[in-house]
C-alpha cells in the first residue's frame, strides 16, 4: 500500500499562523487544511502575501492540502443564500490560486421528498457550483451528515453540471447509523477527501466523537478499501472535542502509520 498522506485541520488548533505551521511539522502531518471563512480568509491575503505563505509552507516541508468553507445555514435555505453561494465561489477561486483542488463543506439534510421545492433547490445550487468548479479548476467536496446513502447518491446523480465531490467522514457516518465502508465502495470514484476521525454511539442512541482507534470505524478495512480504490487524496487529522486535541490529531496520524505499517 502506498504511503497515505496525513493532513491536519488547523482550526482546531487555535494557535497563531506561525505556531500552526511549526505545531503540524512536529506532530508529523505533510498537509494543511484551513478554514477559509474563519481562519484564512481570501480577503485578508493579498497576492504578495499568499507568495510569502506559500513559501513559509516549503521552509517546512508543508502542503495545503484542502479547504474547508464551512456555513451555518444549509444550500437548501433560502435565507441569505445568495451570499453562501458567492463565499463558496470565491472559496473555490482562492483555492485554485494557493494550488489548491478541493474545497470541502456540508450542505445540510437533503430533502427526503425530490419533488419538494427545497430539493430542487438544493440541485439547482450544486449545480451551480459545479459549473464555476469547471471553470476555476477545484471541486466543491460535500460532507454528508445524516442522510442515507440512496439520498445521496440519488442527490449526486442530479448534479450533472460539473464536478462534486465527496468528503468522506467515517466518524460522521457511523455517528448517524451509516456505514463509512459501504459508503465508500458505492461512492470511491468521487470521494476526493477522508476526514480522519472516529465515533460511536453510545447507550442512548447519541453519536460521540471520541480519538481515532477507540471508535466504531473499522479503519484496517477502510484504509485497504481506500488503497483498493486508488484513492490519492489527503486524510486530514481532525479532533473538535476533548482536552488536547492537537495530542490527539498527533495519535491520530501515529495510529494510521502504524495501520499501515502492520504494527
Same mark, same amino acid.
Given at each position: 500500500m502506498?504511503?497515505l498522506?496525513?493532513?491536519?485541520?488547523? /482550526?482546531?488548533?487555535n494557535?497563531?499562523l506561525k505556531?500552526? !505551521? %511549526?505545531? @503540524?511539522?512536529?506532530?508529523? &502531518?505533510?498537509?494543511?487544511?484551513? +478554514?477559509?471563512?474563519?481562519?484564512?480568509?481570501?480577503?485578508?491575503?493579498?497576492?504578495?502575501?499568499?507568495?510569502?505563505?506559500?513559501?513559509?509552507?516549503?521552509?517546512?516541508?508543508?502542503?495545503?492540502?484542502?479547504?474547508?468553507?464551512?456555513?451555518?445555514?444549509?444550500?437548501?435555505?433560502?435565507? @441569505?443564500?445568495?451570499?453562501?453561494?458567492? *463565499?463558496l465561489? @470565491?472559496? !473555490?477561486?482562492?483555492?485554485?490560486?494557493? *494550488?489548491?483542488?478541493?474545497?470541502?463543506?456540508?450542505?445540510?439534510?437533503?430533502?427526503?421528498?425530490? +419533488?419538494?421545492?427545497?430539493?430542487k433547490?438544493?440541485?439547482?445550487?450544486?449545480? %451551480?457550483? @459545479?459549473?464555476?468548479?469547471?471553470?476555476?479548476? &477545484?471541486?466543491?467536496?460535500?460532507?454528508?451528515?445524516?442522510?442515507s446513502?440512496?439520498?445521496l447518491? /440519488?442527490?449526486? +446523480?442530479?448534479?450533472?453540471?460539473?464536478?462534486?465531490?465527496?468528503?468522506?467522514?467515517?466518524? *460522521?457516518?457511523?455517528?448517524?447509523?451509516?456505514?463509512?465502508?459501504e459508503?465508500?465502495?458505492?461512492?470511491?470514484d468521487?470521494? !476526493?477527501?477522508?476526514?480522519l476521525?472516529?465515533?460511536? /454511539?453510545?447507550?442512548?442512541?447519541?453519536?460521540?466523537e471520541?480519538?481515532?482507534?477507540?471508535?466504531?470505524?473499522?479503519?484496517?478495512?477502510?484504509?485497504?478499501?481506500?488503497?483498493?480504490?486508488?484513492?490519492?487524496?489527503?486524510?486530514? &487529522?481532525?479532533?473538535?472535542?476533548?482536552? %488536547?486535541?492537537? &495530542?490527539?490529531?498527533?495519535?491520530?496520524?501515529?495510529?494510521v502509520?502504524?495501520?499501515?505499517? *502492520?504494527?
Open positions: 502506498p504511503e498522506k496525513l493532513a491536519v485541520a488547523t /482550526r482546531h488548533f494557535l497563531p505556531r500552526v !505551521l %511549526d505545531t @503540524a511539522a512536529e506532530i508529523g &502531518a505533510r498537509g494543511l487544511q484551513f +478554514d477559509v471563512r474563519n481562519e484564512l480568509k481570501p480577503s485578508e491575503l493579498s497576492e504578495t502575501g499568499r507568495r510569502q505563505f506559500r513559501h513559509r509552507l516549503q521552509e517546512q516541508l508543508l502542503t495545503l492540502a484542502s479547504f474547508e468553507y464551512p456555513t451555518r445555514r444549509s444550500f437548501s435555505d433560502e435565507d @441569505a443564500l445568495d451570499a453562501r453561494i458567492a *463565499g465561489k @470565491a472559496a !473555490l477561486e482562492f483555492a485554485f490560486s494557493m *494550488g489548491v483542488t478541493v474545497v470541502c463543506g456540508r450542505i445540510g439534510r437533503i430533502p427526503e421528498d425530490a +419533488d419538494a421545492p427545497k430539493y433547490l438544493l440541485c439547482d445550487v450544486l449545480n %451551480d457550483i @459545479a459549473r464555476h468548479s469547471n471553470r476555476v479548476g &477545484a471541486t466543491f467536496a460535500i460532507t454528508p451528515g445524516v442522510d446513502l440512496d439520498m447518491k /440519488r442527490l449526486l +446523480d442530479d448534479v450533472i453540471e460539473g464536478p462534486i465531490g465527496i468528503n468522506l467522514d467515517p466518524a *460522521g457516518l457511523v455517528m448517524s447509523e451509516n456505514d463509512p465502508v459508503v465508500y465502495r458505492a461512492l470511491y468521487k470521494v !476526493l477527501s477522508v476526514t476521525r472516529d465515533g460511536l /454511539r453510545d447507550i442512548d442512541g447519541q453519536g460521540i471520541v480519538p481515532v482507534g477507540r471508535g466504531e470505524v473499522v479503519w484496517d478495512e477502510l484504509l485497504a478499501l481506500l488503497d483498493e480504490g486508488n484513492f490519492n487524496g489527503w486524510l486530514v &487529522a481532525t479532533r473538535t472535542t476533548g482536552d %488536547d486535541r492537537i &495530542a490527539d490529531m498527533a495519535r491520530a496520524i501515529r495510529f502509520r502504524n495501520l499501515q505499517a *502492520g504494527q
